[in-house]
């Protein structure tokens, strides 16, 4: 929680994000250093004279890596010992939202189902189905279709309609299966699925109290 700001240049120097939150008339400010490769001596060594420029003009700022593959033992022992917390991708994700905790659940929960002797015995019995769009009217391949829509970004929406029986909530069970294991084997480039059955919503009429009390009911109660 906290206002953040981007800086283009300070003390002459770039930065990537800097954070700043205000609780009980105390405020912290920390400048946040974001690293998609590992942070090895080379990082290191560039992190430390850009800290060792902006300090001067920023003395009450906190200093913070966020690497999405890890720190070298030694990189990360120098860091911290100048005062930088030193953070993987994945480790900042889950203080934030444990997403991996839930997605392992619905893995776990979608592999039990499969493995049932009276449903699918733990066998591969879902038939992949076509959808057919409105408007135009094109049948395709319905997972490649909704691959394509996750990665759109315009699109916020997406109402999949179908008789009863005709596979609409094993679809959607099948798709949030794939995208938890993608989440699971690479959170930095692919995001976590919320599936919520519908049948779990009875007196909820906002998105944000059905999404809260989704999540509780999971074991994740401090989800904003």
Same mark, same amino acid.
């Given at each position: 929680?906290?206002?953040?700001?981007l800086?283009?240049?300070s003390s002459?120097?770039?930065?990537?994000?800097?954070?700043?939150k205000?609780?009980?008339?105390?405020?912290?400010q920390?400048i946040?250093?974001c690293?998609?490769a590992?942070v090895?001596a080379?990082?290191?060594?560039?992190?430390?004279? *850009? *800290?060792?420029?902006?300090?001067?003009?920023l003395?009450?700022?906190?200093?913070?890596v966020?690497?999405? *593959?890890?720190?070298a033992a030694? &990189?990360?022992?120098?860091?911290?010992?100048a005062?930088?917390?030193?953070v993987?991708?994945a480790?900042l994700?889950?203080e934030?939202?444990?997403?991996?905790?839930?997605?392992?659940h619905?893995?776990?929960?979608?592999?039990?189902?499969?493995n049932?002797?009276?449903n699918w015995?733990?066998?591969?019995?879902?038939?992949r189905?076509?959808?057919? &769009?409105?408007?135009?009217?094109?049948r395709?391949?319905?997972?490649?279709?909704?691959?394509?829509?996750?990665g759109?970004?315009?699109?916020?929406?997406?109402?999949?309609?179908?008789?009863?029986? &005709?596979?609409? &909530?094993?679809?959607?069970?099948?798709?949030?299966?794939?995208?938890?294991?993608?989440?699971?084997?690479?959170?930095?480039?692919h995001?976590a699925?919320?599936?919520?059955?519908?049948r779990?919503v009875r007196k909820e009429?906002?998105?944000?109290?059905?999404?809260?009390?989704?999540?509780?009911d999971?074991?994740?109660?401090?989800?904003?």
């Amino acid at each position: 929680a906290g206002d953040y700001s981007l800086l283009i240049r300070s003390s002459g120097v770039q930065i990537d994000l800097q954070i700043k939150k205000r609780e009980g008339g105390l405020t912290t400010q920390a400048i946040v250093e974001c690293k998609r490769a590992r942070v090895t001596a080379k990082e290191r060594d560039q992190l430390l004279a *850009q *800290q060792a420029i902006a300090q001067r003009k920023l003395p009450r700022h906190g200093w913070i890596v966020v690497s999405a *593959q890890g720190f070298a033992a030694d &990189t990360r022992a120098a860091l911290e010992e100048a005062g930088w917390d030193c953070v993987t991708y994945a480790e900042l994700l889950h203080e934030l939202v444990p997403l991996d905790s839930y997605v392992e659940h619905l893995i776990a929960d979608h592999e039990a189902w499969v493995n049932e002797p009276n449903n699918w015995d733990g066998r591969d019995l879902f038939i992949r189905p076509d959808i057919e &769009t409105d408007i135009t009217y094109e049948r395709h391949p319905a997972l490649a279709h909704l691959g394509k829509w996750l990665g759109d970004s315009r699109g916020n929406l997406l109402v999949v309609l179908g008789d009863l029986g &005709t596979g609409k &909530t094993t679809l959607a069970r099948f798709l949030a299966y794939q995208l938890a294991r993608s989440f699971r084997d690479d959170p930095l480039r692919h995001p976590a699925p919320v599936l919520i059955p519908l049948r779990e919503v009875r007196k909820e009429v906002a998105l944000d109290s059905i999404v809260v009390k989704h999540f509780r009911d999971r074991g994740l109660p401090g989800v904003s």
